[in-house]
C-alpha cells in the first residue's frame, strides 16, 4: 500500500473493517480486535496511527510487527490467516497494515488462560469489538458449518411471531417473559430460528437483540 493510499483510507475513519492503534503497547488487547475481524468479514488493523486518525507511524515498526506476529500465534484459536505489510511514512518511521481474514472456522477465540486453553470470542460491530454472548458463538459455529437448521413451528414460535409483529426488535428476556418460559429455553429457540434464517441476531456490547429476516417480514 502507497503512502496516498493509507491517508485515503485512514480518512474514511474506523469502522466495521478498519481499527487504528497507536503502538502494540498491549498486544494481548489488540489480540480483540484480530479476533473480531476473524470472527466478521475481515478487516485492517493500522498500527501507527492515532484513535483521531494521525498518522504518527513507528520507529521499530519490525519489532513490534514480531510482537503481534507472536501474540497472534499465542493468543488467537483457532488458528487464523493474516499478513502484515509496511507501509512507509519517512526514512525514519513506518506503518504496520495487518490484514485479517475472515475466518472459516468460526468462532475464534482470544485465549486468556492457556492452562485451559479458554478465552473470549469477539465479534466487529460497526466501529467497535463486543464480547460475543453465547447464544451468538453458537450461531457462529452452525453458520461456519454450512447448516441452516431446522425447528417446529409449536406454541413458542409463534408466539415469538407475535412479538415480532409486536416489536422490531426483542432480546431473549424480552421474549421469554412474553412467552413466559425460561430464558433458556428462549435463547433455544432464537438460536435455531437465526440459523434457520427466520430471525436475525444484532450483537451488541450489553444485549443481543433479534429481528424478523427481512425475507421472513
Avoid: W
Avoid at 480486535?33 to 494521525?54: H, P, Q, R, S, Y
Avoid at 463486543?130 to 408466539?159: D, M, N, P, W
Amino acid at each position: 500500500m502507497e503512502l496516498h493510499a493509507l491517508r485515503k483510507l485512514v480518512s474514511s475513519g474506523e469502522g466495521s473493517q478498519l481499527e487504528f492503534k497507536r503502538k502494540a503497547a498491549d498486544p494481548v488487547k489488540i489480540m480483540r480486535e484480530v479476533v473480531a475481524f476473524a470472527n466478521a468479514k475481515g478487516g485492517i488493523l493500522l498500527v501507527g496511527v492515532n484513535d483521531d486518525g494521525v498518522i504518527t507511524g513507528l520507529k521499530d515498526a519490525k519489532g513490534e510487527a514480531h510482537v503481534l506476529e507472536d501474540a497472534i500465534e499465542k493468543h488467537c484459536k483457532p488458528t487464523i490467516k493474516y499478513s502484515i505489510e509496511y507501509i512507509k511514512l519517512n526514512a525514519k518511521k513506518n506503518v504496520l497494515a495487518i490484514h485479517v481474514a475472515e475466518s472459516k472456522e468460526k468462532p475464534v477465540f482470544l485465549i486468556y488462560n492457556f492452562y485451559r486453553q479458554s478465552g473470549r470470542a469477539y465479534l466487529r460491530v460497526a466501529d467497535r469489538s463486543v464480547q460475543s454472548s453465547r447464544e451468538l458463538r453458537k450461531i457462529l459455529k452452525a453458520r461456519t458449518k454450512a447448516k441452516e437448521g431446522s425447528f417446529i413451528y409449536g406454541e413458542h414460535e409463534q408466539k415469538l411471531m407475535k412479538l415480532l409483529a409486536l416489536e422490531e426488535k426483542i432480546d431473549v428476556t424480552r421474549f421469554a417473559e412474553f412467552a413466559s418460559i425460561t430464558r433458556d429455553k428462549a435463547a433455544e429457540i432464537l438460536v435455531k430460528l437465526t440459523i434457520a434464517n427466520v430471525t436475525e441476531i444484532h450483537p451488541g456490547e450489553q444485549l443481543d437483540h433479534y429481528s424478523l429476516k427481512e425475507s421472513h417480514e
